[in-house]
């Protein structure tokens, strides 16, 4: 406890920034990960088993603060209302070992690997910051799913919608199909959090109808698959060959080694598989402002999603 109020003086709450959110979330973590919420339930007694820890139990009990900090729910706080909102990324496995064995095929698989299991927190925290929350909604993200909880607006299921479409776009365009993103959301009160088992099967249920209709908004929108696609392989002097690798991108042929006509996104996850295992840490940004390699999303040639 006396570690924990010596680092807990180094938070600046005079100007509390994101920044130290992210000090106090791991400072929180680091010490109440292992600390039981509760060691006494009264309608249990003693069959009662301290599962929760202290850290989620704050965590979640902040997602749910902040979510009550919208118009509608500071103006009737007794009735309030959120919005539970579910990601899921599909075609996962077959994208993972859908590899040609070339040349640094390990590290390829490794950068693949990481990318896989960093793409749901990458799109979570995204969907947060477009809709002004903290990352400390993101109630989870693993396996190729996600879940948020957001507070009741007006208009808030048009933005999931437009986000939604605008995740699917560039999915599409990078990765021809094979990677997409369903995204399915409820309405629930404070009352039917009690339910909350009942209330992911709902969703559940609303995922799986969607995935039959995986990319319908994203090639509604941009009429039709050949509008997502690079167009750079239309110059008629040069030749174009299917990425050897991946076996999806369109990429020039040149005169050299197979290995040389790798796509874009091919080079990039043999690079980060090349220096995974000599990384200390991980960086979520939305903007390049520091020479790291890693991974990013280019939306239309101009601006980064992630």
């Given at each position: 406890?006396?570690?924990?109020?010596?680092?807990?003086?180094?938070?600046?709450?005079?100007?509390?920034?994101e920044k130290e959110?992210?000090?106090?979330?791991?400072?929180?973590?680091?010490?109440?990960?292992?600390?039981?919420?509760?060691?006494?339930?009264?309608?249990?007694?003693?069959?009662?088993?301290?599962?929760?820890?202290?850290?989620?139990?704050?965590?979640?009990?902040?997602?749910?603060?902040?979510?009550?900090?919208?118009?509608?729910?500071?103006?009737?706080?007794?009735?309030?209302?959120?919005?539970?909102?579910?990601?899921?990324?599909?075609?996962?496995?077959?994208?993972?070992?859908?590899?040609?064995?070339?040349?640094?095929?390990?590290?390829?698989?490794?950068?693949?690997?990481?990318?896989?299991?960093?793409?749901?927190?990458?799109?979570?925290?995204?969907?947060?910051?477009?809709?002004?929350?903290?990352?400390?909604?993101?109630?989870?993200?693993?396996?190729?799913?996600?879940?948020?909880?957001?507070?009741?607006?007006?208009?808030?299921?048009?933005?999931?919608?437009?986000?939604?479409?605008?995740?699917?776009?560039?999915?599409?365009?990078?990765f021809y199909g094979?990677?997409?993103?369903?995204?399915?959301?409820?309405?629930?009160?404070?009352?039917?959090?009690?339910?909350?088992?009942?209330?992911?099967?709902?969703?559940?249920?609303?995922?799986?109808?969607?995935?039959?209709?995986?990319?319908?908004?994203?090639?509604?929108?941009?009429?039709?698959?050949?509008?997502?696609?690079?167009?750079?392989?239309?110059?008629?002097?040069?030749?174009?060959?299917?990425?050897?690798?991946?076996?999806?991108?369109?990429?020039?042929?040149?005169?050299?080694?197979?290995?040389?006509?790798?796509?874009?996104?091919?080079?990039?996850?043999?690079?980060?598989?090349?220096?995974?295992?000599?990384?200390?840490?991980?960086?979520?940004?939305?903007?390049?402002?520091?020479?790291?390699?890693?991974?990013?999303?280019?939306?239309?040639?101009?601006?980064?999603?992630?």
């Amino acid at each position: 406890m006396k570690n924990f109020e010596e680092e807990f003086k180094k938070v600046n709450f005079k100007n509390f920034t994101e920044k130290e959110l992210v000090r106090l979330y791991f400072l929180c973590y680091k010490y109440f990960w292992c600390i039981p919420a509760s060691t006494y339930d009264k309608g249990q007694g003693n069959s009662h088993y301290p599962d929760i820890s202290l850290f989620d139990h704050a965590r979640v009990a902040s997602a749910i603060g902040a979510s009550l900090y919208t118009e509608e729910n500071l103006q009737n706080l007794k009735n309030s209302q959120f919005i539970l909102v579910r990601g899921d990324i599909s075609g996962i496995q077959k994208f993972l070992y859908s590899l040609s064995n070339l040349k640094h095929i390990a590290k390829r698989l490794r950068g693949r690997s990481a990318f896989l299991a960093l793409l749901p927190e990458l799109i979570a925290i995204y969907v947060l910051h477009r809709l002004n929350y903290p990352f400390s909604n993101l109630l989870f993200a693993s396996g190729g799913h996600f879940e948020l909880l957001i507070g009741y607006e007006k208009d808030v299921e048009e933005k999931l919608n437009n986000l939604e479409k605008e995740v699917e776009s560039v999915l599409l365009k990078n990765f021809y199909g094979s990677l997409g993103l369903v995204l399915a959301y409820t309405k629930i009160s404070l009352p039917e959090f009690q339910t909350y088992p009942e209330i992911i099967k709902k969703l559940f249920e609303k995922i799986d109808l969607k995935k039959k209709r995986k990319f319908a908004v994203a090639l509604k929108e941009e009429k039709g698959f050949e509008a997502l696609l690079n167009k750079d392989y239309e110059n008629p002097s040069e030749t174009y060959i299917v990425c050897p690798s991946c076996r999806l991108a369109i990429v020039e042929e040149k005169e050299a080694e197979e290995e040389d006509n790798v796509c874009r996104w091919c080079k990039i996850f043999a690079e980060v598989g090349g220096i995974i295992p000599k990384s200390r840490f991980v960086v979520f940004s939305e903007k390049k402002t520091f020479r790291l390699k890693g991974f990013s999303f280019r939306r239309h040639r101009r601006n980064i999603l992630c």
